[in-house]
Structures are given as structure tokens and as C-alpha cells.
């Protein structure tokens, strides 16, 4: 069984930025995988108070591969599109041009997804209307519901993985500064599901 710290996702554990694990381990043979919540920007601590992140990447669904340096697929949501530029700070060179990355951005507009290319690699930009990361991804990559209810969340992490790795869709490619241009203000969600 693979262990976080052979893996993309070991430094992320040792930073504390690995929040509210709905899913945290082992996947299939030499994969780790995590869902829950990445911390994008810490709050400020007063004395030894746990606070929550000032900027996160939420809804998060992640795998890396024991011996490998960076991360083959990610998804999750912000409320913000320019909060890429932070999410690439964070991972940095766990980032690779062939990795599939799926960025939800609650200022887009609902009728839009892009392709956007920063810090050396692309993401795919999509807006989170009332779904999940999850079901939004299911949707995606045609994978249905009913052939996943077998499997625990772990499987269903590494199916959705798996999908991820095929996929190649093209959506209109702009800059990372024509979409900081064409989004919308923050909406800040009110009972959206974790």
C-alpha cells in the first residue's frame, strides 16, 4: 500500500494544506488518493486557534502515484477564477503540462468553460452552478452513477481518475488575463454542499 509521502501529495500533508478529508488514502496498487479541501492562503493565527483557510480549493478530488514527482489529475472549485494563479503557487512544479486539471470557478458565467494555460500547464475552466465537483465531473466524462455504486470511495476517486486521464475536450482557449477580464463578482455561497 502506497503511503501520502510517496507521492505528488506528501509536501501538501506536511504544509497542513490537506483540509476536511472526506477521502484521504490508498487508491489501487502505488496510487494515493485525497478528496476534501486544499488551503490556498492561510488565515492569520491568533496564539494556537485552529482557523479555517482565508482562500481554498474546495471539493477537491486528487490522485498521485507513489515515485512521481507531480500530479496527474486534479479537480476542484474556488470561488474565484483569479485564485488559479494561487493554486499554482501552492503546487508549483507538482504541476505537469500532461496532468488534467479541472478548475470550477464560482464567478464564471454558467453558459461558459475555457481552457486556460498558466504556470506550465492548462486547465480546464468550468463554472459550478448547484452541483458538485463530483457530480459535475460524472457528467463530463458520460461515467453513470449506477456503475460506480459498487465501488467505495476510493474506486470511485480512481474511476473518475481514470476518465479524467482520457478525456480530451477542447473548450475555446483564452488567456489567463482575458479571464480575469470576463469574470464576474465573488458570490458567496449559502448552503452548498461540502
Excluded: H
Excluded at 480575469?180 to 465573488?186: A, D, H, S, T, V
Amino acid at each position: 500500500m502506497s503511503t501520502i509521502n510517496e507521492t505528488p501529495l506528501g509536501s501538501l500533508e506536511e504544509e497542513g494544506r490537506l483540509l476536511s478529508p472526506v477521502f484521504k488514502g490508498a487508491t489501487k496498487d502505488g496510487y494515493f488518493g485525497f478528496r476534501g479541501m486544499i488551503a490556498l492562503k492561510f488565515a492569520q493565527k491568533m496564539s494556537d486557534e485552529a482557523r479555517p483557510p482565508e482562500i481554498k480549493f474546495d471539493q477537491v478530488m486528487t490522485v498521485g502515484k507513489a515515485g512521481e514527482t507531480t500530479i496527474p489529475f486534479l479537480a476542484g472549485v474556488a470561488l474565484s477564477l483569479e485564485y488559479i494563479q494561487l493554486l499554482c503557487e501552492v503546487l508549483g512544479d507538482k504541476l505537469s503540462p500532461d496532468g488534467k486539471y479541472f478548475f470550477f470557478a464560482g464567478n464564471l458565467d454558467i453558459s461558459k468553460r475555457y481552457q486556460i494555460a498558466y504556470g506550465g500547464t492548462k486547465f480546464w475552466v468550468l463554472p459550478l452552478d448547484e452541483a458538485t465537483v463530483y457530480n459535475e465531473l460524472l457528467d463530463l466524462f458520460n461515467i453513470e452513477k449506477n456503475d460506480l455504486k459498487k465501488l467505495d470511495t476510493a474506486g470511485k476517486l480512481m474511476a473518475v481518475a481514470e476518465a479524467a486521464a482520457g478525456y480530451d475536450e477542447k473548450f475555446p482557449e483564452i488567456s489567463f488575463e482575458e479571464g480575469l477580464k470576463i469574470m464576474g463578482p465573488i458570490r458567496i455561497p449559502e448552503n452548498r454542499p461540502v
